[in-house]
Nanobody, 113 residues
Framework: QVQLVESGGGLVQPGGSLRLSCTVS???????MAWYRQAPGKQRELVAR???????NYLDSVKGRFTISRDNVKGAVSLQMDSLKPDDTAVYYC????????WGQGTPVTVSS
């Protein structure tokens, strides 16, 4: 069973930055990986995804502010988040795309002054 461990979240002021990290217990070779988020009272949504050859796609609202990356050897996925806004407040999860494994605990991000 694949295990996912997310980290790097926290409290940040609007305009600030955070870098989220995710480690995967299994191989991610050949697998498109993604970051998702779930805000309070809302459904989980896809934020960004990255293929094995590092082709990326982003949610329109985060384009130009977030950058997804991966390390296939280490089995790690990261999300650099800049110019954060209060609407980015959510619990962030990594998983594969489009058929997620069991979800990890996620890492909470709160953007507030």
């Amino acid at each position: 069973q694949v295990q996912l461990v997310e980290s790097g979240g926290g409290l940040v002021q609007p305009g600030g930055s955070l870098r989220l990290s995710c480690t995967v217990s299994g191989t991610i070779f050949g697998i498109t990986m993604a970051w998702y988020r779930q805000a309070p009272g809302k459904q989980r949504e896809l934020v960004a995804r990255i293929t094995t050859d590092r082709s990326t796609n982003y949610l329109d609202s985060v384009k130009g502010r977030f950058t997804i990356s991966r390390d296939n050897v280490k089995g790690a996925v990261s999300l650099q988040m800049d110019s954060l806004k209060p609407d980015d407040t959510a619990v962030y999860y990594c998983n594969n795309y489009p058929t997620p494994w069991s979800w990890g605990q996620g890492t909470p991000v709160t953007v507030s002054s």
